[in-house]
């Protein structure tokens, strides 16, 4: 039995949202205590005075980085990324695929699965997959190849789900399209969480998918219909119904720092969630190319884009996702930890992850500072990665 004792940092208490003197005692990767009393002797201690203990990141939209991508990514490469995933202090994903043909979605469901049934010391946790396509509106495919897009089909659903056991699974569909009552209804039984996304909805529309069952919107603001006063659309709805939760690609491009503080201050604090949607183009270098459901993308001026100039995934990273919102709405960081821990694991309904509680995995991050945070050690399991 591997026991590992932090001691003598300041260790965040999800519940109180505040930095606590405390050790936190680990057993076998998991959190068995957290205590103001000495370590007990047979311990490895790791001594972290100065610092500041907070939950490792979660992203629960993400198509890859490092020049790897979820689609197309052999079982050794998946690996590869959730080392670098680890190193960036992302510790838990859900692996996105992006549209692409029934055959290929399911092929690429294997290998990541292979991944998340034998997983590797020093990797961030796969905590399931999401599917984002192929059920979009081809009026608001953003980067997606419409050739690759179909509509929503609840035996697909089924048999992809079967796949992609077990949960969490979440897929983002666009609900107004022929067969999307079917598909939330299939998706509710099979307990696939839902999210809206590349929809040309409207406000009704949308309101009739919540009730349907839908739980999120994906990547807020990007690929929906947009805020009119007249027409509210997708974008009003995703902003406005406190018990959705609204993902939010915080880099200041794909959603300026001024609607970034209107969706801060419009959601309830438990429903806002930051995600990087980041590609393959992700920790490269400029210039260099990918593919993303089915068109070439490339990096210009920092943004990632399609061989038509559509915007095309993100190149952020969690950990600057964090800092961007702390930056953007005037937020400290024990205020903005949430929504990039705990508030993603609940939308995608993953347990043990996302806290420094009793019974969650020992996945953390330490930082020197509060108020200009930069990642100084991650740990998996309690097992140090960087």
Same mark, same amino acid.
């Given at each position: 039995?591997? *026991?590992?004792?932090?001691?003598?940092?300041?260790?965040? @208490?999800?519940?109180?949202?505040?930095?606590?003197?405390?050790?936190?005692?680990?057993?076998?990767?998991?959190?068995?205590?957290?205590?103001?009393?000495?370590?007990?002797?047979?311990?490895?201690?790791?001594?972290?005075?100065?610092?500041?203990?907070?939950?490792?990141?979660?992203? &629960?939209?993400?198509?890859?980085?490092?020049?790897?991508?979820?689609?197309?990514? !052999?079982?050794?490469?998946?690996?590869?990324?959730?080392?670098?995933?680890?190193?960036?202090?992302?510790?838990? +994903?859900?692996?996105?695929?992006?549209? @692409?043909?029934?055959?290929?979605?399911?092929?690429?469901?294997?290998?990541?699965?292979?991944?998340?049934?034998?997983?590797?010391?020093?990797?961030?946790?796969?905590?399931?997959?999401?599917?984002?396509?192929?059920?979009?509106?081809?009026?608001?495919?953003?980067?997606?190849?419409?050739?690759?897009?179909?509509?929503?089909?609840?035996?697909?659903?089924?048999?992809?789900?079967?796949?992609?056991?077990?949960?969490?699974?979440?897929?983002?569909?666009?609900?107004?399209?022929?067969?999307?009552?079917?598909? +939330?209804?299939?998706?509710?039984?099979?307990?696939?969480?839902?999210?809206?996304?590349?929809?040309?909805?409207?406000?009704?529309?949308?309101?009739?998918?919540?009730?349907?069952?839908? *739980?999120?919107?994906?990547?807020?603001?990007?690929?929906?219909?947009?805020?009119?006063?007249?027409?509210?659309?997708?974008?009003?709805?995703?902003?406005? &119904?406190?018990?959705?939760?609204?993902?939010?690609?915080? @880099?200041?491009?794909? !959603?300026?720092?001024?609607?970034? *503080?209107?969706?801060?201050?419009?959601?309830?604090?438990?429903?806002?969630?930051?995600?990087?949607?980041?590609?393959?183009?992700?920790?490269?270098?400029?210039?260099?190319?990918?593919?993303?459901?089915?068109?070439? &993308?490339? +990096?210009?001026?920092?943004?990632?884009?399609?061989?038509?100039? &559509?915007?095309?995934?993100?190149?952020?990273?969690?950990?600057?996702?964090?800092?961007?919102?702390?930056?953007?709405?005037?937020?400290?960081?024990?205020?903005?930890?949430?929504?990039?821990?705990?508030?993603?694991?609940?939308?995608?309904?993953?347990?043990?992850?996302?806290? +420094?509680?009793?019974?969650?995995?020992?996945?953390?991050?330490?930082?020197? @500072?509060?108020?200009?945070?930069?990642?100084?050690?991650?740990?998996?399991?309690?097992?140090?990665?960087?």
């Amino acid at each position: 039995m591997k *026991r590992i004792a932090f001691i003598g940092g300041m260790v965040f @208490d999800s519940a109180s949202e505040t930095f606590k003197s405390a050790n936190v005692l680990c057993e076998d990767g998991f959190i068995v205590d957290i205590t103001d009393a000495t370590a007990p002797s047979d311990y490895e201690i790791v001594d972290i005075s100065g610092k500041h203990l907070m939950p490792g990141l979660i992203d &629960v939209h993400t198509h890859g980085l490092g020049g790897l991508d979820f689609n197309f990514a !052999s079982e050794a490469e998946i690996q590869h990324m959730t080392e670098i995933y680890a190193r960036m202090g992302t510790t838990s +994903i859900m692996a996105t695929l992006a549209s @692409d043909t029934y055959s290929n979605l399911t092929r690429s469901v294997f290998k990541i699965n292979q991944n998340r049934v034998n997983p590797k010391n020093g990797c961030a946790s796969i905590l399931g997959i999401h599917l984002e396509g192929r059920y979009l509106n081809p009026e608001a495919k953003g980067a997606h190849a419409e050739h690759l897009l179909a509509k929503p089909n609840a035996r697909e659903l089924e048999e992809l789900a079967g796949a992609m056991m077990p949960l969490p699974i979440h897929a983002s569909f666009a609900p107004e399209l022929e067969g999307g009552d079917e598909f +939330i209804k299939k998706a509710n039984e099979l307990g696939v969480t839902i999210g809206i996304a590349h929809t040309t909805a409207t406000y009704e529309q949308a309101m009739h998918a919540l009730d349907m069952g839908a *739980r999120s919107f994906t990547h807020t603001y990007n690929a929906m219909t947009k805020m009119h006063h007249r027409n509210p659309g997708a974008t009003i709805a995703a902003l406005t &119904v406190d018990t959705a939760y609204a993902e939010l690609i915080a @880099d200041g491009y794909h !959603s300026h720092p001024a609607l970034v *503080r209107l969706a801060y201050k419009s959601k309830p604090s438990d429903k806002l969630v930051l995600i990087t949607d980041s590609i393959a183009l992700a920790c490269t270098d400029e210039g260099f190319s990918s593919e993303v459901a089915g068109n070439k &993308v490339v +990096i210009k001026g920092g943004v990632a884009v399609n061989e038509f100039g &559509v915007i095309a995934g993100s190149t952020l990273t969690m950990f600057k996702a964090l800092t961007n919102l702390m930056k953007f709405c005037d937020v400290p960081l024990n205020k903005a930890i949430k929504y990039a821990t705990v508030n993603p694991a609940t939308m995608i309904g993953a347990y043990g992850v996302g806290k +420094i509680a009793l019974g969650y995995r020992a996945d953390f991050i330490t930082i020197n @500072d509060t108020k200009n945070p930069e990642i100084d050690t991650v740990y998996i399991g309690g097992i140090e990665v960087r």
